[in-house]
């Protein structure tokens, strides 16, 4: 499958890593593209690097990996390229870093928030809950993550991907529980099993 990276740190780098390890071609973006050479480099022929727009394009799948806050810029430019397209929400609101854009977001679940910004697109939020260096390191040792999204084929797409990288998915609901996942949350941060992660989106506050 081809996916498309935008943001290309901790998160979106190693989940890309993941991804070709797994027979996927990658097409990673980010805003300093020579910041990306040594990653593609270091991944071979089927990583390669682009704009936001060209890793939009060559995506089957596009994740976004970005700070929250690039979100009304990133669906600005990008929204009409990617309706139909499932997309993947993988960045999380963090106030102190994002400003009020993100309390509103948590406010209603950054889920259907992110959904404002792509209207046509098959979103899905996941991703988003375990550290970059779970991410890396702990793949495979049964360790669940949460997936959240209304488009059932687009959430096992995401669901099979997230097995990809060594993880066992759980689907947290539609959109609207995609609060569930967020920073804060019970589930959030925290190496779970599937049975423990069930419990802990459980908890979480209406």
Known sequence: MRIG??????????VGRHLIKAGHDVKFAARDLDNLLPLAAELGSHASTGSPREAASFGEVVIFATPYGAWPALGRDLAALLSGKIVV?????YPQRDGDMARRALDGGS???TAGYLP???????????PWKILDNEG???LAMAIAGDDEVAVQTVARLVRDTGFEPVIAGPLSEARRLDP???AYAKSLSPQELRLALAKAAV
């Open 140 to 142: 495979g040792t049964g």
């Open 5 to 14: 990276i935008i943001g290309s740190g901790h998160i979106g780098a190693t």
């Open 184 to 186: 804060g949350a019970p």
């Open 111 to 113: 889920g259907l928030f």
């Open 120 to 130: 046509g697109a098959r979103l899905v939020k996941a991703f988003n809950t375990l």
């Open 89 to 93: 929400d993988a960045a999380n609101p």
